[in-house]
DNA sequence: CGAACTAATTTGATCGATCAAATTTGTGCG
DNA sequence: CGCACAAATTTGATCGATCAAATTAGTTCG
């Protein structure tokens, strides 16, 4: 037998279509007794309402969209994929679908918000980043669709954007100052950071947190010589670490993981060398460490610390406000009212601690 | 004004709802000039086909599933990462939309494929690995789902298993085999190969190709000696290569990135030590090297040869393939027939040669 | 010129749900 | 008992497209 539909079963059980209907979507409007009977039959038959069908007469297609942007710059994009099953996953299981799509251009995404709107009728959009005169987001907001930002927008370096739309990010300053924090608890007081090109906002960020809890330990001095910045590659972070350690840097907190990998490589040759030929250089203080960004998969299998970001947080916020929003047109469907989630929020991330892999004994 | 409808477009142009749609369907059944008149209304009014309506009439979603595993093992989890955008963009130019989904287990999988095509109404599923009893594959194919692997089933180690069912592969052993005899034109001959565990048959395909090779280039005696087992993780890969070198490689080709990621460490740190204590160990050949597998952001990152797996074409084999079957119900809405494409292919994949990071000179 | 066809276009029904309004059932109370 | 009013349920219309069948226009040809 074929698939049961709201006709089939109304007359199997001897009641209207709508009563079926209101057993789902408004429970509280049918007779208890009545609604027990439905919901057996329902569960019996194995009856699901076809999503399009519903589409087509509420207007909701209950699906995301989010752009997928092509094999991200490297190391990193293992961020952006934990987000995306965090998305999904989240997005599941509020009764929402996700699903993708591709864009050459921002020009060209607002396209495909176009076509998805008017063709799949997506409910909202889930954007990844976004800056202050983004023509998405503006496009977005005047049309009124509702959509997300993993990402504040930033005005300049160091300073955010107000923004009227919804968004969700992570707190990079106050990951480097716990990282600093968990430095100089180890007994370290020359502490560098090592960045990527000055424009970035979100890498201006990342060292403010740094400089912070440098000038909180005492230490706001070291701040100029102690910076660098690199290309945002495994050879920019050696570089940049070798100009730190001569300038008697014993750790390094890295904007990201492609540094801080660099960056390892580099102080364990210095160390190499400082042994072999005897020099006791380093040997005064506790053993140099470098801290990364993102908490990459390379990163745990390196044994090298991170600062890790709450993706699976922000994700599941982002699913929360956009819910919240469409909820607020349609009579909640799942929504079990509650306080507002906040529309703009910020997340703390977390160091991660870990020991290099020794590496050391030849052999097994 | 709101968004044109084929009744609304029609009644502006004066002719009925069922030209348009044959228009837009059928272009053959309508008068030349009238088609010219109505394609010029549907651009000027920037009509787009509602996708819930079709699917209500027509039974099609032009939708493909795909389950998000969660962050995968690790470093290799990139190669899904380029699969999964190649796979949106080609189901997006073929006019299909891709939406994701979690699940806990494959029988958890089973049960959303089910609530998928009732509720959802997909047109056809991607998965990204099967076995020969496989309970998914077996579920689809009773049920007449259309769906495409990517990943042979293998029977067991060395022994795929003939399916029926459509799937693209990359070809492992050619891979490796590729990687030997680049190895062996760069002067190598004691060339190791470092795997997983001997259990499964993707790594045993790798390490066939391995031998393979070597036995065509007369090495095949050195084979037992050089096949090493290692746990697929850096720290893995480091212990692998220490006892290669101990039996005398010169070369290491590996299963992953990560194992590779490994070697590549102690070899550069058996061959520092080698230097600093003046023994030329290993001075007499060309330098040693590692292959790793996957051509993951980090073998780039960090200089390292590796076996590239062409995905993208993998992704659009996949999508092809998908379409096809799909056209075959369907009085074909894109397809421009041809020959079918191949349900069954496996493709070559490609080494990589790099020259690893200096990383020598401290400082500048 | 009109019968016999084919080509082009139109009409009514349908996919499976929800909305809005109408109807039936049930309850309280003077 | 019966009227008013709320609760529960049902009915007809609708969302926007395609299908299948009916209608009209246009050709060919004896």
Redesign the pocket.
């Known amino acids: 037998m ?9 007359s199997e059980l ?9 057993v ?3 429970p ?8 027990e009977r439905v919901q057996a039959a329902i569960a019996a038959a194995g ?4 999503a ?8 909701r297609s209950m699906t995301f969209g989010m752009r997928l942007f092509p094999a991200t710059d490297g190391i990193n994009g293992a961020v952006l994929d934990r987000f995306l099953h965090a998305l999904t996953e989240a997005a599941q299981s509020a009764g929402y679908r996700l699903t993708l799509f591709c864009a050459d251009s921002d020009g060209d995404e607002i396209r495909q918000y176009e076509e998805l709107l008017d063709v799949a009728g997506l409910d909202g959009f889930i954007l990844t980043s976004s800056s202050p005169d983004d023509a998405r987001t503006r496009w977005l907001q005047e049309r009124g669709t509702p959509f997300a930002v993993f990402g504040r927008p930033w005005r300049a370096a160091g300073h955010p954007a107000v923004a009227s739309h919804p968004w969700v990010d992570v707190d990079g300053a106050a990951g480097t100052e716990a990282a600093v924090e968990m430095l100089l608890a180890q007994g370290h007081s020359r502490i560098g950071f090592l960045g990527w090109y000055t424009g970035d906002p979100v890498g201006a960020d990342r060292r403010h947190g740094w400089e912070r809890a440098m000038a909180a330990a005492g230490f706001g001095a070291d701040v100029p010589l102690l910076s660098v910045e690199a290309e945002d590659t495994v050879a920019g972070g050696a570089a940049g670490a070798a100009l730190l350690v001569s300038r008697g840097a014993t750790a390094v907190v890295c904007s990201s993981d492609s540094l801080a990998l660099g960056a390892m490589e580099k102080l364990r040759e210095v160390r190499q060398g400082a042994l072999a030929s005897g020099q006791p250089a380093l040997s005064g203080g506790p053993p140099a460490v470098v801290v990364g960004f993102d908490d990459t998969p390379v990163a745990a299998a390196l044994g090298l610390s991170s600062i890790a970001q709450p993706v699976e947080e922000a994700a599941r916020h982002i699913i929360r406000v956009l819910t919240h929003e469409l909820a607020g047109n ?2 909640a469907a799942r929504s079990v009212a509650g306080a507002p989630p906040a529309r703009q929020l910020l997340l703390a991330p977390s160091v991660v601690e870990r020991t290099p892999l020794p590496l050391a004994a030849p052999g097994r």
Chains 1, 2 share one sequence.
């Open positions: 074929s698939r049961p539909t709201l006709a089939s079963l109304a001897a009641v209207s279509r709508q009563t079926i209907s209101n789902l979507n408004a509280h409007k049918v007779k208890p007794a009545t609604r009856y699901r309402p076809s399009a069908a519903r589409q087509l007469r509420t207007q349609a009579p």
